[in-house]
């Protein structure tokens, strides 16, 4: 089976009275929910203590958790200084996701800046396996992760570059952003044909067994000519890509991936719609 779930708290648990993470999994629970994916986005600032309370709850409510590392991670910085900062970027998350029970890791690899592609994809490569060896260095190879696609044409890590990254370190799992390659390919994944390519490439490139256990974000985006610039919901019908062409195909491929909804303030809610078009595709299977 599949796990869905939010990154971060919908605007309806803050609505609710709720206000701390910890009270977010008996919430989400109730939604039928059993992922998470907590946020260090723009930091690493929770405390310990926080992190084991939230690991607990989430375990006791059956919630899997993962986390998104900073998102100024650059592992194609050419200064030293700024490429170790980011080496300690990652493994600050992986030490509170450690300490929270969950595995994967989601890291955005770099950006091209001033630099070739291909050297910037290079460096993005050796950067993902030097901080996988740091973080088995700490104690901490239990921590998985997960180079996602990119929506900016100046990102490191359209689809090609993240199979490739899988390709060249076993131990990594993909983070497909369908909404980031839709944006990229400017309103690509249109319908259940394309979303289809897509799981053939990570067939094809990485093998079923671990295609079938990839991380995904999903929501819908709003892109211009440069790719992504703002996510959006699905109550927006203007927007895509739509999870009703994907799931089908998860449930007639039998994928057991974590999806992450990160839709703009409605992530809970859109995550649950995307669980029941889930399970109506598995009843009519």
Same mark, same amino acid.
Request: glycine share 10%; aromatic share 8%.
């Given at each position: 089976?599949?796990?869905? !779930? ?6 309806? /648990? ?10 977010? /999994?008996?919430? @989400? =629970? ?24 939230? !690991? ?18 650059? #592992? ?9 900062? *980011? ?15 969950? =595995? ?5 690899? $770099? ?29 901490? *190879?239990? @921590? ?6 990119? $929506?900016?044409?100046? =990102? &490191? ?18 983070? &497909? ?7 990229? $390919?400017? !309103? ?32 819908? @985006? ?17 927007? $895509?890509?739509? /999870? ?14 974590? &999806? @992450? ?15 029941? #078009? ?6 009519? =299977?």
């Amino acid at each position: 089976m599949i796990r869905f !779930g939010p990154a971060g708290n919908s605007q309806s /648990f803050y609505d609710a009275g709720y206000n701390a993470t910890v009270q977010a /999994f008996a919430w @989400i =629970q109730s939604m039928g929910l059993t992922a998470y994916e907590y946020s260090f986005g723009r930091g690493v600032s929770l405390g310990e203590d926080t992190a084991t309370a939230i !690991g607990e709850e989430a375990a006791a409510h059956g919630v899997a958790l993962s986390a998104h590392a900073p998102y100024y991670i650059n #592992l194609a910085n050419t200064d030293s200084e700024k490429r170790e900062k *980011s080496f300690g970027y990652i493994l600050s998350a992986a030490r509170m996701l450690s300490l929270m029970g969950g =595995q994967r890791l989601v890291v955005h690899p $770099g950006a091209t800046r001033n630099l070739e592609r291909s050297h910037a994809v290079e460096l993005c490569t050796q950067g993902l396996k030097e901080a996988r060896v740091r973080l088995a260095d700490e104690g901490l *190879s239990h @921590i998985v992760l997960c180079p996602e696609t990119m $929506g900016k044409k100046g =990102q &490191i890590g359209d689809l090609e570059e993240t199979l490739a990254f899988c390709e060249a370190d076993e131990a990594l799992v993909p983070c &497909i952003d369908f909404a980031h390659i839709h944006a990229l $390919g400017q !309103g690509q994944l249109a319908d259940t044909e394309a979303f289809a390519q897509v799981l053939d490439a990570l067939e094809s490139r990485l093998g079923m067994e671990r295609a079938r256990l990839m991380h995904v974000h999903f929501s819908t @985006i709003e892109y211009g000519a440069s790719g992504e610039k703002k996510h959006h919901t699905f109550a927006e019908p203007e927007y $895509g890509p739509r /999870f009703e062409h994907l799931a089908p195909l998860l449930v007639q491929r039998g994928y057991q991936a974590t &999806i @992450i909804c990160e839709s703009k303030g409605t992530m809970a809610e859109d995550a649950q719609a995307m669980l029941s #078009l889930y399970q109506e595709a598995l009843a009519s =299977q």
